[in-house]
């Protein structure tokens, strides 16, 4: 498997623009995370997903943030409209549930935005 | 709230044992204690997780207190490589937050 793909790697867009940040989890997971990481909050969980459900989007900053997972191959992460505190590395990352929960998480590579 | 509590940072000669810890003093019974790295601005590494015992794999060993409100993070013989951020949380089900973490410098 080729792990957590995220897409794009970069992205700069200008302030008031549309985002949308993609991510395919591992074949067969069924948990989907989206983190969001900067030099002064550190790495914060936005919002998770089981079987394409959102479970917890308390973490969601406000409502300029939505996420959706159509599929259970894809999500995307929407912000509408972006402003430059929005700049971060986005990573998004999967994981598969069993019995005893003691299952790791494998994180993608990161999106990094830039807002100008 | 990330729940546990690490230095901000830690050296550590290059081949020497590393010794990383934690406390998580609030911790449940249900709540495992796991391990991840960040070398740089990569996505978090998994290196390790237990519940009560000792646990040990090919990049490090994991040494749980008895009363399992503390843990040490063992990378037996550290590389330039191991320089990087990690983090314990403690976790159940699949909410999995992470707190500041310890930046280990590993020196030659």
């Known amino acids: 498997d080729a792990g957590v793909i995220q897409s794009p790697r970069h992205e700069v867009t200008e302030m008031g623009q549309e985002v949308t940040l993609r991510c395919k989890p591992i074949s067969g997971h069924d948990y989907l995370f989206w983190y969001r990481q900067t030099m002064m909050r550190g790495l914060e969980l936005l919002i998770y997903f089981n079987n394409n459900v959102p479970i917890d989007d308390s973490g969601m900053p406000e409502d300029r943030f939505s996420a959706k997972m159509p599929n259970a191959s894809f999500s995307t992460l929407k912000i509408q409209p972006s402003e430059p505190r929005d700049s971060a590395v986005y990573f998004c990352a999967s994981s598969l549930s069993d019995l005893i929960m003691n299952t790791e998480a494998f994180f993608g590579q990161g999106t990094r935005l830039t807002v100008v | 709230d990330a729940k546990t509590t690490q230095p901000p940072s830690m050296d550590c000669a290059e081949g020497r044992a590393a010794n990383l810890p934690c406390n998580h003093s609030t911790i449940s019974g249900n709540e495992y204690v796991y391990w991840y790295r960040q070398i740089h601005s990569q996505g978090p590494q998994y290196i390790i997780h237990?519940?009560?015992n000792n646990e040990t794999n090919e990049m490090a060993s994991l040494i749980i207190t008895e009363d399992r409100k503390s843990s040490t993070l063992i990378l037996p013989h550290a590389t330039l490589r191991d320089t990087a951020v990690y983090y314990c949380?403690?976790?159940?089900?699949?909410?999995?937050?992470f707190g500041a973490g310890t930046r280990l410098t590993v020196k030659p």
């Open positions: 237990g519940l009560k």
């Open positions: 949380i403690v976790r159940v089900a699949n909410d999995m937050r």
